[in-house]
């Protein structure tokens, strides 16, 4: 009987730890999308680099990097990072970078 009622107790305080909290995901800024120019990539292998560091910045949700074009897409956090964040997370990697024609998504 002390079992189920300490079941009960928890399973209470778990709905409303998720009643609580849907109002604020509501709110939650959507993901933005930045294209970075990338310098220096010399092989395939940067790309991991440039991911790598991307995927450091708080905030980052997704890097993918194209080597053929020379470019990363980041999809991240307004909230957590920015397009200038992004760019200095590759320049510190040896490989600098810029918008991509100056436009964020």
């Known amino acids: 009987m002390m079992r189920k009622m300490r079941t009960m107790r928890t399973m209470r305080k778990l709905v409303a730890a998720l009643l609580i909290g849907l109002p604020v995901a509501a709110f939650a800024a959507s993901p933005q999308t930045a294209v970075l120019d990338l310098q220096n990539m010399t092989c395939s292998m940067c790309s991991i680099t440039i991911r790598k560091a991307l995927e ?5 949700i997704d890097a993918r990097v194209d080597y053929d074009h020379k470019t990363a897409i980041v999809k991240y956090n307004p909230e957590q990072a920015n397009p ?3 760019v200095k997370a590759t320049t ?3 490989f600098p970078s ?3 024609n100056g436009t964020q998504q």
């Open 84 to 86: 200038s964040a992004l």
């Open 92 to 94: 510190n990697a040896g």
């Open 98 to 100: 810029k918008l991509h």
């Open 56 to 60: 450091r910045v708080p905030g980052v």
